[in-house]
Nanobody, 118 residues
């Protein structure tokens, strides 16, 4: 059974930090491509960080502030978020980037809300 469970979100002041966690079960977990996505109110969901066997990649908006990591033994993906800004406010989701890049339907977890106050 495919399952994605995100946690670690919350309310934080600008400049603060949060660490998001995601536990994936079933075939959706892959060392060859996991990512963190976010969706702000009124905006489309976007990929902000990804990790593959070749390394990591970040959207320019989070580069230098966010760090993605993976624990294969726990089937877990993490997102360390530092120097948070109000524009980082969104619901954050993890997923398999190959799964999302392919034609749908796509499975998503419930996400975790991150709210950054100014």
């Amino acid at each position: 059974q495919v399952q994605l469970v995100e946690s670690g979100g919350g309310l934080v002041q600008a400049g603060g930090s949060l660490r998001l966690s995601c536990v994936a079960s079933g075939s959706i977990f892959s060392l060859n491509g996991m990512g963190w996505y976010r969706q702000a109110p009124g905006k489309q969901r976007e990929l902000v960080a990804a990790i593959t066997s070749d390394g990591t990649g970040y959207d320019d908006s989070v580069k230098g502030r966010f760090t993605i990591s993976i624990d294969s033994a726990k089937h877990a993906v993490y997102l360390q978020m530092n120097s948070l800004k109000p524009e980082d406010t969104a619901v954050y989701y993890c997923n398999n980037i190959v799964h999302i890049a392919a034609a749908g339907p796509h499975y998503w977890g419930q996400g975790t809300q991150v709210t950054v106050s100014s």
